[in-house]
């Protein structure tokens, strides 16, 4: 079946029980056992809940993976994952990513002996080169946040098996709509699913996606013994949102492919990074590995913090506010807001500079959204 068809039925069978076509939200903490040590499949529900099951089910079709688990924020699975190391191991990350990870990594796991090297996100030899004995995983973000620069995942890949390292990929900016990291060599992909797989800013959530049986013990032990699990109507919620998907992200690329035509040689406008414009520098890769180009769009505004400040202002369909990916349009400025948990020399250092806004496009008419950024623009 088709990615479409998948995301409406895979996992998604209507109750046995009742004839439900919805899956069930099972509102409960525990389930009764027949007998000591038989059950009908369910124990506790943070070890495992009919609908948090079908959500697994789910999202593990979408991904193309045998595996997935869900979790109650983005940053948990990441934790779930980076919790399958050990003191003494080393990652390489690519140097644009999400600031939650950064802090996540610099912050958290440095405390238990784990070091990371982040290296330049588009420059696959960059990886390789910083191989030590230690390496165990590799991190990466396609299209990264907040730059949205491209990695060639299959190149990557290649590096990483050849190093016998795991290669991760937080795949939350494409989708599993727009790219398939897994079919491309990937180990892991791991998702917010708060962003566009919920997509319509309700819920808090992640996932982890897995081909590995030995992936996936290690990580659902993490679930288990951790217990960062979302509850059942977080997981209806995330259900609810996957049945759409595809046709969101139709129209959130849409606008954002117009949008980001308007934005490019606009005269206020110093740059404008979406991987949908052939004057991308890696359009190309885009094309290859990508179904489509996604809704993000980060632009660097002419006139530093002053005009940043000016054109957040007089925005009235972009709402000032952290997250991405959901029905409504978002403006974020990432040096204070997304990106506050990097040192600001190291911030800037890597391109985040007090000039840079991300806009999360959302699925408003498309004529509406160009005339909110105009007339915004028009007041810098």
């Known amino acids: 079946m088709r990615f479409e068809t998948r995301a409406i039925h895979d996992g998604q069978k209507p109750d046995p029980l009742t004839g439900a076509v919805t899956v069930p939200v099972y509102q409960t903490s525990t389930f009764q056992q027949e007998s000591i040590g038989q059950h009908k499949g369910y124990e506790y529900s943070r070890t495992g809940n009919p609908t948090r099951h079908a959500l697994e089910e789910a999202i593990a079709s979408l991904e193309g993976g045998a595996y997935g688990l869900a979790f109650a924020s983005g940053l948990a699975a990441t934790t779930a994952v980076l919790s ?16 939650g990870t950064y802090r996540l990594l610099e912050q ?23 191989m030590t004995g230690n390496t165990r995983m590799i991190w990466i973000e396609t299209p990264s946040n907040p730059l949205l620069k491209l990695v060639d995942i299959r190149a990557v890949a290649e590096i990483a098996h050849k190093n016998n390292v795991y290669l991760a990929v937080d795949n939350t900016f494409a989708s599993p709509f727009v790219q398939q990291p897994l079919a491309l060599g990937a180990d892991i992909v791991v998702h917010s699913t708060t962003k566009y797989i919920g997509g319509h800013s309700d819920l808090v959530g992640g996932v982890v996606v897995v081909d590995d049986p030995a992936i996936f ?15 059942p109507w977080d997981a209806w919620l995330t ?68 005009a940043v400040e000016a054109f957040v202002a007089h925005l009235t369909l972009f709402t000032l506010a952290e997250s991405l990916g959901g029905v409504e349009s978002l403006v974020n400025y990432p040096a204070t807001m997304t990106h506050a948990a990097i040192p600001s020399e190291e911030r800037i250092r890597r391109g985040i500079t007090d000039s840079l806004v991300r806009l999360s496009v959302g699925l408003e008419n498309k004529l509406d959204l160009k005339a909110d950024i105009a007339e915004a623009l028009s007041r810098v």
């Not at 980001?260 to 949908?276: I, M, R, W």
């Open 108 to 130: 958290v796991f440095c405390r238990w002996g784990l070091t990371t090297t982040y290296v330049p996100v588009d420059d696959p030899h960059a990886y390789e080169q910083a």
């Open 239 to 306: 259900l609810r949102g996957l049945k759409t998907l595809a046709v969101r992200m139709d129209r959130h690329q849409e606008n954002a492919v117009f949008l980001a035509k308007y934005l490019d040689g606009h005269p206020k406008v110093e740059q404008v990074y979406y991987p949908g414009l052939p004057g991308h520098a890696q359009h190309a890769l885009a094309k290859k590995q990508m179904s489509g180009f996604g809704g993000m769009i980060s632009m660097q505004l002419k006139g530093g913090y002053a």
């Open 217 to 231: 013990e290690a990580v659902k032990f993490h679930q288990n013994a951790a217990g960062a699990v979302p509850g």
């Open 84 to 99: 399958m190391l050990r003191t003494g191991d080393h990652v390489v990350a690519g140097d644009d990513l999400y600031g």
